[in-house]
């Protein structure tokens, strides 16, 4: 079996008066995908701000590849190997399409301070890039704000990125948010490049239950701040209550 | 002769500062407006040292220390307050230092100031010391150029547009807009000290408010990386009320209207760049 990537145990989470994750804890895998789901206001984007560090948590702890992160601030998470996808996409819209490649590979790759004026430097920075936007099929937007792109190519462009970033375990906040179903494909095909290929553990929120139930080997349930159930896709889709929670008496 | 080199040391002196703003406001978004205690530390570090006897080189480092102190006193609050509430504390510490130097005679000369300060050997003539500006502002924008369009600004630009998402990607928004007040600070500084080695006399009335309006217009106008466009719209700026002399104006009234004038000019042109950059963003 392989080791735990992320580690969640009692979690607990306020927000003011209203407790919002109550008693959450699950292990990720090493290169598995993990789906989270459940009805909104249940938790999912708090669970993950709390493993990623914007959200304080109020009891429990996070462990990321056997370390203890608690104390770490939301960058230092950053650092240690949790790269990070939002549900409005975390593009930085202002910036050209390769720019936030650039940051991207400026990030894994450490680049000292001086490398636009190396050539040698230049020339990998090129050839990262090049690689990454041919991989989310954007290499005719290259030089094209990221703001112009459709909903589809920002997921795209922000994959590309968590790619090219260091991290082994993604989270990942409703992925096709926005994005024509002809997309959806692509958005899948590099999510399970990432965990087959790259060896990424990914852990997904999605509301698009058919979208999920293809790409995770897992799905943890959360309902009002609880975990409800936990198990392959399944067992979930089997579950009566979930079934009701989706789909309606 | 006297007069084209005078503006044109008022650009240089006006570029630094305004290299602070685009670092800080322009590019990161962080409402800095310290620059005049900056430019203060920076003069009256320099004049006082000077005066009191320190060679010209000490007196130079003495008003970038502070002005250095200055800029850490500014990223200690940065780090610990809103964008909005440091825009308030760096305005309170204009007044609050104007203030200071205006009571603190036996230091700042006060309200009178401080004359005769002397200038570099090799700047005694106005000649040399534009000569000299240049030798010090040249590479400043340089190393602007190199900050905005590596990853330090593109850090910033980030800063500016999404913290959480620049906090994602391992970057601290914190480091990165504490570096650049201190570099704001540091600029402003030494704008201050070139700025009074040429005036050759200090008091409160050399920068204030009316630098802080200059550096703030100018990074609002020059709000991509460019330098060069930064460089222009300094210049331009700068240059705007001397193509006011041209206008005849009654004498009674002419410094008010020309002041007036300059100011109905400047928000004109905030006015137009904000309402180009914002329109673009529309589409």
Known sequence: MSKSVLSVENLHVRIGQRMILQDVSFDVRAGEVVGIIGPNGCGKTTLLNAISGFLPIDAGTVSVNGRDIMNLPAHARAELGIARGFQHVGVFREMTVEENLMMAVERRELYPWWWILSREWREKMSVAIEAALAEASLSSHRKSLAGVLSGGELRLLELARLKILKGNLLLIDEPTAGVAPILRDNLARMIKKLSKDHGRTVVIIEHDLRFLFNLAERIIVLVDGKKYLEGTPETVRRDERLQKIYFGE | ?283
């Open chain 2, 1 to 283: 002769m006297g007069y084209l080199f005078t503006t044109i040391a008022r650009v240089w002196e006006t570029s630094l500062a305004a290299i602070g703003g685009h670092l800080t406001l322009s590019l990161g978004g962080i409402l800095f407006l310290g620059f005049p205690a900056a430019f203060w530390c920076g003069s009256y570090g320099y004049a006082v040292a000077a005066k009191a006897g320190a060679s010209l080189g000490v007196s130079f480092a003495v008003g970038i220390g502070l002005a250095a102190i200055a800029g850490g006193i500014f990223a200690f609050f940065y780090s610990r307050m809103s964008n909005d509430s440091f825009a308030v504390i760096t305005l309170a510490s204009f007044l609050a230092l104007e203030a200071l130097i205006r009571s603190w005679d036996s230091v700042t000369g006060g309200v009178l100031g401080i004359a005769g300060v002397p200038r570099f050997s090799f700047a005694q003539m106005l000649r040399g010391l534009v000569v000299f500006e240049a030798y010090v502002v040249l590479p400043a924008f340089i190393l602007e150029s190199f900050l905005a369009n590596g990853p330090f600004g593109r850090s910033l630009r980030a800063l500016k547009e999404n913290r959480i998402v620049l906090t994602a990607m391992g970057t601290s928004p914190n480091t990165i807009g504490k570096t650049a007040v201190v570099f704001a600070s540091l600029f402003a500084g030494v704008s201050g000290i070139l700025a009074v080695s040429r005036v050759q006399f200090l008091d409160p009335t050399l920068g204030g408010i009316f630098l802080l309006t200059q550096t703030l217009t100018i990074a609002i106008i020059a709000s991509t990386p460019k330098t060069l466009r930064l460089l222009g719209v300094t210049v331009t700026i700068v240059l705007l009320p001397e193509l006011l002399r041209f206008f005849s104006l009654p004498l009674s009234i002419l410094g008010h209207s020309r002041n007036a004038l300059y100011g109905f000019l400047l928000i004109v042109l905030i006015y137009y760049a904000t309402y180009n950059v914002s329109s673009k963003r529309h589409v």
